[in-house]
């Protein structure tokens, strides 16, 4: 692992996206796993501000999804999907040869596992996964308990991730489970970003780099990724031990 400590969000947010950018230019066909969530926002607003001021070629870049609600889709307003064509997708004018995002409303969801599975093997692996960290250690929807190996696959959604994900929807809304990329995919990927901000991640964030390799944190596998960033903020690396950089 290798952490990246910044002053605030905004400063992480652009060291995060410089990476981004790093290693999307250092392959001739790129492919990127993107999360949604509050944690990867400011990344991807520097990687659209980015674009425009420096015209970066995009045009071979690829992305996958990394995980969506059962049941929804980019037609509801709080899915994955929709945050990410609002944050990303549609800013950086991406085609849709681009884009391969989970469709939660599927009525084959092992079906839709094995398609986003298919696109990333066609596209010889993920170079980049970005990813942000739960509360309770989750990374995408693989939650506490999940098999290290796991591939694609339908979760179920604990009572922590059901709470927090409410914020981002008008009314209350049923979060049972969701269809997302497995541990074992994501440890596949060249290299894991992984974005950790806020007083309150600081302790998960510490049982994540200095905690057992256990399944009851999920992002404790990181430990084993030959090449893994973690970037994070002061008030979520408070508890740490030691970091390994900052700049």
């Known amino acids: 692992m290798k952490i990246i400590v910044q002053p605030n969000y905004q400063d992480l947010s652009t060291a995060a996206a410089n990476k981004v950018v790093d290693i999307m230019q250092a392959s001739p066909k790129p492919l990127c796993c993107i999360a949604s969530g509050d944690s990867p926002r400011g990344l991807y607003q520097a990687l659209v501000r980015k674009n425009k001021e420096e015209n970066l070629d995009i045009s071979h870049w690829q992305f996958v999804g990394l995980d969506e609600w059962l049941g929804m889709n980019a037609t509801d307003q709080g899915s994955c999907v929709h945050m990410l064509e609002n944050e990303l997708v549609k800013p950086l004018g991406l085609l849709p040869h681009q884009i391969c995002l989970f469709d939660g409303r599927t009525k084959n969801p092992l079906q839709e596992c094995s398609r986003v599975e298919d696109f990333i093997q066609q596209h010889d692996g993920m170079d980049i996964a970005i990813l942000g960290l739960g ?87 990181l430990q084993k990724h030959p090449s893994c960033y973690i970037f994070i903020d002061n008030s979520a690396a408070q508890l740490l031990s030691k970091t390994d950089s900052t700049k």
Request: hydrophobic share 40%; net charge negative.
């Open 135 to 221: 509360l309770n250690g989750h990374l995408g929807l693989n939650e506490p308990g999940t098999s290290f190996t796991a591939r694609a696959h339908v979760s179920d959604i604990s009572a922590s991730t059901q709470s927090v994900g409410q914020k981002y929807f008008s009314a209350e809304t049923s979060l049972t489970k969701g269809i997302t990329l497995g541990l074992g995919s994501l440890m596949e990927a060249k290299n894991i970003l992984l974005i950790v901000s806020g007083e309150k991640k600081a302790s998960i964030i510490k049982r994540v780099i200095e905690g057992e390799i256990d399944t009851d944190v999920p992002a404790s596998i």
